[in-house]
């Protein structure tokens, strides 16, 4: 299960990458644009690691606000469950979590 979880993070990470770059090179040339709305899709599904390398590698979107904080604030939050995933943590804060919440009927 593991190894899946790194390959969609890298997949996911590669191909915000990619969408980042490409919105640049359409912004440039006048083009169609990549929704706000697609970018930040792929930042939540594991991909803000890679959305915001792109942001700094190719200085795109980094004043636009708020796509800029949500941004930031999507990296930080994968940053910190990855730390968390690596060092075996977020097992027990999730048995801890379901414990809280009711039995099903």
């Known amino acids: 299960m593991t190894e899946y979880i790194l390959y969609w993070l890298a997949a996911a ?5 990619g969408l980042m770059v490409a919105d640049k090179r359409h912004a440039e040339a ?13 930042s939540w599904l594991g ?3 890679g959305t915001y390398a792109a942001s700094r ?9 708020p796509f800029a904080t949500k941004m930031i604030m999507l990296c930080a939050a994968e940053i910190v469950l990855l730390g968390l995933w690596a060092f075996d943590l977020i097992d027990p804060i999730v048995v801890a979590t379901l414990a809280y919440l009711p039995p099903p009927a």
């Open 13 to 17: 990470n590669g191909i915000a990458f």
């Open 30 to 42: 006048g083009v169609r644009r990549i929704s706000e709305s697609t970018l930040l899709g792929w």
């Open 47 to 49: 991909g803000a690691i």
């Open 57 to 65: 590698l190719v200085r795109h979107k980094t004043r636009k606000q």
